[in-house]
């Protein structure tokens, strides 16, 4: 099935892509490298897929962010599964390098796309009870 684009004041609008995106708002800095190890911590991707169910329940829809999962005494942070309306953006910068006088600057041309829609995001908006690690 085809959706006609809308017109509107600006001009046509295209359709916004079919595909819906699920995203966790990870209070820390997540590398390439280390998304095995925060998934872990939010205790396994098995949880993280029962979380994002669409048929799951309020208290199934609970995430627990544990920061030192070896260490009893440290709490898990709980974070909640909201529903949300945002969109995936995928930017791309076009490099050229523009030598004037004697300094090269780069000048860039972006590109956006939209590749889809983030339909459900968990947060962890809760502190998680800090303490020094004694060594």
């Known amino acids: 099935m085809q959706s006609t684009p809308t017109f509107v004041a600006g001009g046509c609008e295209p359709p916004l892509p079919p595909l819906s995106f699920y995203s966790?708002?990870?209070?820390?800095?997540?590398?390439?490298?280390?998304?095995?190890?925060?998934?872990?911590?939010?205790?396994?991707?098995?949880?993280?897929?029962?979380?994002?169910?669409?048929?799951?329940?309020?208290?199934?829809?609970?995430?627990?962010?544990?920061?030192?999962?070896?260490?009893?005494?440290?709490?898990?942070?709980?974070?909640?599964?909201?529903?949300?309306?945002?969109?995936?953006?995928?930017?791309v910068k076009k490099k050229r390098k523009h030598v004037a006088d004697e300094y090269p600057c780069t000048i860039g041309e972006y590109t956006a796309e939209v590749v889809g829609i983030v339909s459900k995001t968990a947060r962890f908006r809760s502190v998680s009870c800090l303490f020094p690690v004694l060594d």
């Not at 390439?32 to 098995?46: D, E, H, M, T």
């Not at 260490?71 to 953006?89: C, E, K, M, R």
């Open 24 to 91: 966790v708002e990870y209070p820390g800095y997540v590398q390439p490298s280390s998304v095995p190890l925060a998934i872990s911590n939010l205790g396994g991707q098995s949880k993280v897929d029962h979380a994002f169910k669409r048929t799951a329940s309020k208290t199934q829809t609970l995430l627990e962010l544990s920061l030192r999962p070896g260490n009893p005494f440290a709490h898990p942070i709980p974070g909640d599964v909201v529903g949300t309306n945002n969109l995936l953006l995928k930017v």
